[in-house]
């Protein structure tokens, strides 16, 4: 399976997807390559059809979600910057920001750190749509780690 992702999908090769559109394809794809639909096939043809729908699964859940989906962009366009070095250095004043989430979080103001924070990450998204759309492959490194953080810290607030 030499395919990317969007190819599999016949999807222009962008980060902005219309995500309807996305699942009618998966839907479509899984319909065709379901491992119940190969049962009485020959052992080969089960362990393709198995082999097609897992990587269609992988390819959907990558591209539905907008971080995983900017991350494999990133490796198809840029490889060098993935892997061990996609632990890029944050910048200082976001450094700063997440220190003084944590000083809120110890006042007690959980839903003021969780809207502020829910609107740092929106804000996060768009910029990492103009980086991928620039083709700013460094910038979309460090956005993705950025957004990483952000949605690390959303999943610790209680």
């Known amino acids: 399976m030499k395919q990317n992702y969007f190819e599999l999908f016949q999807l222009p090769v962008q980060f902005d997807l219309n995500l309807a559109d996305l699942t009618e394809r998966h839907r479509t794809i899984i319909n065709k390559v379901h491992p119940d639909r190969f049962a009485a096939a020959s052992a080969m043809e089960q362990r ?4 097609w729908s ?5 390819a959907y859940q990558a591209l539905r979600d907008p971080i995983a989906r900017a991350t494999y962009l990133l490796q198809l366009h840029a490889p060098e910057l993935t892997g061990e070095a996609m632990r890029v250095q944050l910048p200082q004043y976001f450094l700063m920001q997440q220190m003084e989430w944590r000083e809120a979080l110890e006042d007690g103001k959980v839903e003021q ?5 829910d609107a740092i990450h ?7 749509a103009q980086a991928c759309a620039a083709q700013n492959w460094s910038q979309v490194q460090t956005v993705i780690a950025q957004c990483q953080f ?3 810290f959303l999943k610790q607030l209680p």
Do not use: C, I
């Open 48 to 51: 393709l059809a198995l082999q």
């Open 54 to 58: 897992t990587f269609a699964n992988e």
């Open 113 to 117: 750190v969780r809207a502020e924070v």
């Open 122 to 128: 929106a804000q996060n998204l768009e910029y990492l």
């Open 150 to 152: 952000v949605e690390n």
